[in-house]
T-cell receptor, first 115, second 110 residues
Framework: DTAVSQTPKYLVTQMGNDKSIKCEQN?????MYWYKQDSKKFLKIMFS???????INETVPNRFSPKSPDKAHLNLHINSLELGDSAVYFC??????????????FGSGTQLSVL | QKEVEQNSGPLSVPEGAIASLNCTYS??????FFWYRQYSGKSPELIMF????GDKEDGRFTAQLNKASQYVSLLIRDSQPSDSATYLC??????????FGQGTILTVHP
């Protein structure tokens, strides 16, 4: 009954491959996010969806494509993987209203290693 | 200037001491301030939030906010080895964007 779950936990792949990471939340939250955390622990937002609509799209290469089939799911597809994509990717969610929408609930993370 | 800046540490304190973690931010219009704790290999977890100037206490944790100085801090009293983690400061800026600092590594040694 994990609140925000993402799969896989580890992903090791070769440069140039295409891979996907899946995220699901059972908290009834309206907003979901993808964050990237680099080796120095710096956590940076990539995308945000509110009720399946894209609301934040930071400066991310267009090799990264998020997809939200419904408000409980937000997947991340990455084309033509590069060495610099190696990082931990966190899915997160927040309620849609008021100040509660600023309080992030994170998934357990996906450690992506591009060889 | 980074939007949210923290001393990356590591900060090392003895068990039972007070750990003081600091964070500064550049956007004067920032309204909401958060502290997340992240254990090694785990995801960040929200432990404190503060909206108004002054202190906010929750158990052994106290968040302090000074908007005039654009400064937010987290005090951990009676530090325990289980408090050893990376502490991430996060700030919601004028346009509603949440930005994280680079985190401070805290080590509490017995």
């Amino acid at each position: 009954d994990t609140a925000v779950s993402q799969t896989p936990k580890y992903l090791v792949t070769q440069m140039g491959n295409d891979k996907s990471i899946k995220c699901e939340q059972n908290l009834g939250h309206d907003t979901m996010y993808w964050y990237k955390q680099d080796s120095k622990k710096f956590l940076k937002i990539m995308f945000s969806y509110n009720n399946k609509e894209l609301i934040i799209n930071e400066t991310v290469p267009n090799r990264f494509s998020p997809k939200s089939p419904d408000k409980a799911h937000l997947n991340l597809h990455i084309n033509s993987l590069e060495l610099g994509d190696s990082a931990v990717y966190f899915c997160a969610s927040t309620p849609g209203q008021g100040r509660a929408r600023e309080k992030l609930f994170f998934g357990s993370g996906t450690q992506l290693s591009v060889l | 200037q980074k939007e949210v800046e923290q001393n990356s540490g590591p900060l090392s304190v003895p068990e039972g001491a007070i750990a003081s973690l600091n964070c500064t931010y550049s956007d004067r219009g920032s309204q909401s301030f958060f502290w997340y704790r992240q254990y090694s290999g785990k995801s960040p977890e929200l432990i404190m939030f503060i909206y108004s100037n002054g202190d906010k206490e929750d158990g052994r944790f106290t968040a302090q906010l000074n908007k005039a100085s654009q400064y937010v801090s987290l005090l951990i009293r009676d530090s325990q080895p289980s408090d050893s983690a990376t502490y991430l400061c996060a700030v919601t800026g004028s346009y509603g964007k949440l930005t994280f600092g680079q985190g401070t590594i805290l080590t509490v040694h017995p």
